[in-house]
Nanobody
Framework: QVHLVESGGGSVQAGGSLRLSCSAS?????????MGWFRQSPGEEREGVAR???????TYADSVKGRFTISKDNAESPLYLQMNSLKPEDTAMYYC?????????????????????WGQGTQVTVSA
């Protein structure tokens, strides 16, 4: 069982920046990882934001391309999401996710059910 803990959420004005972090424990000895971020607003479905795997493959949702950057140095390092040029529509609870098997990073799109582990979430609020 992997425990994911997010941090870094908060309230900012439109155009501002935030950096989310996610720590996973225990990680074990595997060098493979497939991790990402989802977000969900009240009354909305969960939306895949970005994912990265240990092969360096990165996928972004069209809505965040050019504004958000996902990064992770190695299997044991934290996962980050640098969010720039934030918009009010980015307001949501952001969840860190992990898939130790790999199917979640082999799919063409970000599919919530493919990720085995989810954090509790960190709230991001962007005001106009």
């Amino acid at each position: 069982q992997v425990h994911l803990v997010e941090s870094g959420g908060g309230s900012v004005q439109a155009g501002g920046s935030l950096r989310l972090s996610c720590s996973a424990s225990p990680w074990g000895t595997s060098t493979y990882y497939c991790m990402g971020w989802f977000r969900q607003s009240p009354g909305e479905e969960r939306e895949g934001v970005a994912r990265v795997d240990s092969d360096g493959k990165i996928t972004y949702a069209d809505s965040v391309k050019g504004r958000f950057t996902i990064s992770k140095d190695n299997a044991e390092s934290p996962l980050y999401l640098q969010m720039n040029s934030l918009k009010p529509e980015d307001t949501a609870m952001y969840y860190c996710v992990s898939d130790p098997v790999g199917g979640a990073c082999a799919s063409r799109t970000l599919v919530p059910s493919y990720f085995h582990y989810w954090g509790q979430g960190t709230q991001v609020t962007v005001s106009a």
